[in-house]
């Protein structure tokens, strides 16, 4: 999955690194292991379009797919996800 942005492996880093599973609130943030996500749901969106998450219990969880736990993210910092956001408020 070379195609897939920094942002976008720093999205799904954040996610493995709490268990590979969430749940979005009613606001459609993301949930993990009791921290919200700094990303954007268009960004989980694509990570399930490229087969990398999916989506489940009526699109209101997301977890990990065995592809995307495949994915190289050596060298990614998971902040990276974060700062992207923070540049947007």
């Known amino acids: 999955m070379a195609d897939l942005t920094r942002a976008q492996r720093a999205a799904l880093l954040w996610l493995k ?8 609130d009613r606001t459609g943030v993301l949930i ?4 919200r996500a700094g990303v954007m749901r268009m960004t989980w969106n694509t ?7 999916e989506f489940y219990a009526n ?3 997301l977890r990990v797919t065995s ?3 495949l994915i190289n993210l050596n060298g990614i910092n998971e902040s990276e996800c974060k700062e992207r956001e923070e540049a947007h408020v």
């Open 67 to 69: 592809q995307g736990a």
């Open 17 to 24: 690194n709490r268990n590979g599973d969430g749940v979005f």
């Open 59 to 61: 699109r209101k969880r």
């Open 32 to 35: 993990a292991a009791g921290e």
């Open 47 to 53: 990570l399930g379009d490229r087969g990398c998450v």
